[in-house]
């Protein structure tokens, strides 16, 4: 499968975006689907995923009350509504996908699309 983020830019803290993942190839259905980010000179780190069917759905705490995954498999699409941002929230955020269960660790998708940059001013 192929995945290609898009929605990112520059908000000002408190602001909100919305993340895009458009995924290309195999059923999209069968895939879980996670947003992970990368901020300068940091491991990248789990923001949240979100199980096949849309039933389970876990967040980081960083996150949790803020952030909310969501997917149309209609659509092939996978998605991070993100609200009250903060300048710490500022990352390349990817998304990823992977045909076993929840997973919460980056070594765990197998596959990653490029990234979306995400920049919060204070």
């Known amino acids: 499968v192929q995945l290609v983020e898009s929605g990112g830019g520059l908000v000002q803290a408190g602001g909100s975006l919305r993340l895009s993942c458009a995924a290309s190839?195999?059923?999209?259905?069968?895939?879980?689907m996670g947003w992970f980010r990368q901020a300068p000179g940091k491991e990248r780190e789990f923001v949240a995923t979100?199980?096949?069917?849309?039933?389970?759905?876990y967040y980081a705490d960083s996150v949790k009350g803020r952030f909310t995954i969501s997917r149309d498999n209609a659509k092939n699409r996978a998605y991070l509504q993100m609200n009250s941002l903060k300048p710490e929230d500022t990352a390349v955020y990817y998304c990823?996908?992977?045909?076993?269960?929840?997973?919460?660790?980056?070594?765990?998708?197998?596959?990653w699309g490029q990234g979306t940059q995400v920049t919060v001013s204070s």
């Open positions: 190839g195999r059923t999209f259905s069968i895939y879980t």
């Open positions: 990823a996908a992977d045909t076993s269960d929840t997973n919460f660790r980056p070594r765990e998708y197998a596959y």
């Open positions: 979100i199980s096949r069917g849309a039933v389970s759905l």
